[in-house]
């Protein structure tokens, strides 16, 4: 190892070309491609020379969708080794603490190989020593996550900071989950600072209108530092008490409050924020913020609805095509086209012609486009499109040559159909139905006979829009009024976002009281604009200013963090909560525990001579009525249940209680009561629920596979080679890793998936909500024909583990065993607080194939299993072996 530390500082010590960041980027390795480098991170040149490679994987990620795989392979070699890492400015770091934190696993597969995090300061010249670490008593040899934290001072004339994953020889080696921040001191008291009543009043009056700024004013954007512009701000009002409040918000938003948007027409549009899901520049399929534009269609493509001609023998003449049209445009952006396309005998393109028309009418109106067939044109494409938002009808169509009478359109009057669809010669394109478009023959109105086309967008999915000049409008409590525009022309957000105010940098720390108003506020912002499972009668602004209050008599940095937490009991979602760093504690106490029946019993333990036992009932904790102790901390908890409540809460008061002892009074079941203490003496992950492998294969050829284990790579590596299996058992008590796809494999049916709907925000406080529809199917294979196929679940079944479990029972692809589902089906995001805060909440709503809402009851089993709680059942997993007895008996 000497000989290894020997080569690593002379690695460390040059200058490498790689670009150095102004800050830590990328640490959660979601911004990027799997089976590229992620955004931010590079492998050293002589790195790569020595075969060493990095990039994203889905495979078992600590976190999120994404981990990063530093490996090599090939021949071995003796003493190399190789990093994947990041280079960032050292400024801001300059004489503080620093602390670098990462989940890493290895699979080592070589002599000497080890995996470790690392940091190393550089200065100017590279010739003095600074900070190095790499902790080479902690190596990581095993493919389970383990959490490493290097933590040490930076030099006052550092000039870049280095760190990342090493791996020494051949092998793998996983990060996820990394963190780089300065440490607060969060053991010394919060700052002294008293708020009053009137101060009160201002904060909340600032942070109304900051959160309609950041998130909804045109001339927001990411690249602003709005943490600290929230903090500088908090700083300046509270140290400005004398100013009023109306001046001081015109003082701090002058850049924004703009009520003359122009009175002339900008012909290049008009910019408005559109949040899918939640705030986010990050890259993701479905998530994320975009500024669109009024004067642009928000549909990837338009509705369109074409007929195929044969033009030969017209070759070189002209034609018309017309339609009777009667409808509605909605928005700025709508237009009706239409539009002739030329192509040879080869179905390949030679003209096309378009023409469009913008005006909605309540009266039938004919429109036409006058074409020149091409001389070498073998077919005509007629098309009549919608683009943008309508709802429109058609009828009466023909396309004919020069001024012959004869209409060669089959079909022209739409009085042909099957059950409403489209048939005999006119089709919908695919892409238009993708994009939301609908088309449908309709006997609702018609200029002639009884049919006409009925072509419209779909109001399911039509994104609700501010309007050019929409002000929203906000009541200060002195009875001013700020008013903000949510729409401003294209080329004033062009000329204004140039004249942007710089901001201040700045710090935020745990024990100032700034820090936490600023951090309150923002996460009170958010959750007001984007959560959707707020509480119907949570009010907000109630309970900001109780918060804030509340504020005055909070001490350390630890009750700060709780009264956040608490916030969340306003939200009711089981994901929902927040995480900090520093108040996650590595060690948990040496016991497992359960709710059955309202009660909690001991289900394992990790302690040598003590009377506890598994099986015991824990009536009381530090003293307290268990049940009173429960509800204390489930006050700081979000959860939908009651199942979930106590899920929750044991969870938090065995491995986030922020003591180190805790006193279980326990009652055996001959009625034999005392108390046991017990001490934080192990890992969360050296004691956990004990199932079998992640993958096992029992007697009689059945397959347990544990989906909340297994990656959808290690899933579809298993299945290739299981064809002759004749039980499966598939256990999704837990959050599901893998789709709902694999189904497929099990059902020769094609399914409609259920409909995953994610809220589009256009408007501040959650107004004229709309969706994001997400409609897939799983396309049966019917690869697999076992004797059974058992669906282990229970009231840890949330997320896409409950989705997997609905369409189980819906679609009779196996059987369900165990309890109630949790009642949670969606999808877990996360989102970044100031001060080193992260948001965990969900934020899907799924309904089912009938249309409905999948219930936050739960899904009921097909065959319930009802725990016992006798030491030798609470021993077992009754539900497995409930599933294996059933086999059994086959």
Known sequence: MRKYLLFFLIFVATPLLNQTLPLPYNLDFEIGEPGKLPKGWTVPSYAEKLGYQAYLTTEEPFSGKY?????????????????VMQSIDATPYRGKTIR????????????????????????????????????????????????????????????????????????????????????????QPAEKIQISTEQIQDLLDFAKVYGVVRYFHPLSDFSYNWDCFALNSVT???????????????????????????????????????????????????????????????????????????IEKYRGRKAKFSVYYLGELYDKSAKILLAVRYDDDNNKQISFEVKQFLNSTKQWQKIELTTQIPQNASFAKPAIILIGEGDCFFDDATFKIDNDEENLLQNDGFEMSKDSLLVYSWRPLEI???????????????????????????????????????????????????????????????????????????HFSLNDKMSQVSILISFWNFVKHF?????????????????????????????????????????EDNFSRILHKDFTSEKSFPFLWKEIDGKIFLTDLALQNTKAEIGDEVIKINSYPVNFFIDSIASCLSYTSKSWKFLKTLAYIRNNLPTDTIILTLKKPNGEVFDETFTKSITSLELVEKRPEKFQIFRNNVVYLDLTRLSEKELKDILDTLTLANYFIFDLRGISLVSEQFLSLFSDQTIEIKTWKLPVFTIPDQKQLSWQVINTKINGKSHFSPKEVFFLVDKRTIG??????????????????????????????????????????????????????????????????????????LTQDQILEKALYLINQR
């Open 67 to 83: 981990c990063l795989e530093l490996f090599r392979e090939g021949k071995y070699q003796e003493d190399i080794y190789g990093s």
């Open 531 to 571: 959560d959707i499972y707020l509480k119907n009668e949570a009010e907000l602004e109630k309970w900001l200013k109780e918060s804030l209050l509340k504020l005055n008599q909070i001490e350390t940095p630890y009750e700060f963090y709780t009264l956040l937490s608490s916030l969340t009991n306003h939200i």
């Open 432 to 506: 238009s139905t993708q994009s939301g478009y609908l088309a449908f023959v309709t006997k609702s109105i018609a200029k002639s006979g009884a049919k006409s086309l009925h072509l419209y967008s779909d109001p399911e999915t039509r994104i609700a829009t501010p309007d050019i000049g929409n002000i929203y409008t906000i009541k200060l409590h002195n009875d001013s009024l700020i008013r903000l525009p949510l729409v401003l022309p294209n080329s004033m957000v062009e000329r204004l976002s140039k004249e942007t105010p710089t901001i201040e940098d700045c």
């Open 236 to 310: 300046f009002i509270l140290k400005n008490p004398d100013i009023p409040i109306h001046k001081k918000i015109h003082k701090l938003f002058e850049h924004y409050l703009i009520t003359d948007s122009q009175n002339e027409y900008d012909s290049t549009g008009y910019l408005f924020w559109i949040h899918n899901g939640l705030p986010s520049e990050k890259p993701h399929p479905f998530l994320g913020s975009r500024k669109a534009n009024l004067l642009n269609p928000l549909r990837k493509s338009p509705g369109i609805v074409q007929q195929v001609i044969n």
């Open 800 to 873: 896409i583990s409950e989705v997997i479990a609905e369409i189980v029972k819906t679609n009779k692809i196996g059987k369900l065993i165990g309890e109630q589902t949790g009642g949670n089906p969606m999808e877990m995001v996360s989102y970044p607080l100031p001060g080193g805060f992260t948001f965990y909440f969900g934020t899907f709503v799924v309904f089912d194939s009938s249309g409905k809402q999948i219930s936050s009851k739960g899904i009921s089993p097909n065959i319930p299993v009802k725990e016992k709680t006798g030491k030798e059942y």
């Open 100 to 187: 670098f934190r990462a989940y890493i696993r290895a699979e080592i597969h070589s002599p000497k190989g080890s995996a470790h995090i690392w940091v190393r300061e550089r200065s100017g010249n590279d010739e003095e020593s600074g900070f190095f670490e790499y902790l080479p008593n902690q190596p990581a040899v095993l493919r389970q996550w383990e959490v490493r934290e290097i933590q040490g001072k930076i030099s006052k004339n550092a000039t870049t900071i280095n760190f990342g994953l090493l791996l020494f020889g051949n092998g793998k080696a996983w990060i996820d989950s990394a963190s780089f921040e300065i440490v607060q001191e969060t053991n």
